[in-house]
């Protein structure tokens, strides 16, 4: 597990938090939260889109880092490692050894049809966070944690 740590790290740290690119910018600028009506509007899509978790994770990017783009792309890569893991864990929860668990999350990882985008591409972040929490909540079903699984599903 170790091993394909490092090696997901060789291949996105390099890469991760090069610049704001199109939506970015306004995911960032709009989810910006000085005052609790600031923190209230997250909830009134105020990118266009309903994704409060999106917003509140991009305000929280925004109290922490300003707007250094590295700052935001390691929060994505830490977003796609922890999928990583929690896709490992759904897959333990359905049985399946801890070798074949691991190569499911792997497989996820290292899939280069979208992970990439998802984890480069700041905006990605909408992608990353639904499959955390839609894993998450599987996990939570899997495991007859009905209560947990319906929160993380309506947070999905």
Not at 24 to 29: G, K, L, S, V
Not at 31 to 42: A, F, T
């Amino acid at each position: 597990m170790l091993i394909l740590a490092a090696l997901f790290a060789a291949i996105y740290a390099p890469d991760v938090g090069h610049g704001f690119i199109k939506d970015d910018f306004i995911w960032i600028a709009k989810s910006r939260v000085e005052s609790l009506s600031d923190m209230v509007s997250l909830f009134r899509a105020p990118t266009g889109f309903f994704r409060p978790v999106v917003s509140l994770s991009f305000a929280a990017n925004s109290t922490v880092c300003g707007l250094a783009p590295r700052c935001y792309g390691v929060t994505n890569l830490a977003l796609t490692a922890a999928c990583a893991v929690a896709i490992v864990r759904l897959a333990a929860a359905l049985g399946l050894g801890r070798g074949a668990a691991t190569a499911a999350g792997a497989l996820w990882a290292f899939n280069i049809h979208g992970i990439d985008m998802a984890t480069l591409w700041i905006s990605g972040r909408t992608s990353l966070l639904l499959t955390l929490l839609a894993t998450i909540a599987a996990t939570a079903f899997v495991r007859e944690r009905y209560r947990l699984a319906a929160i993380v599903t309506i947070a999905a």
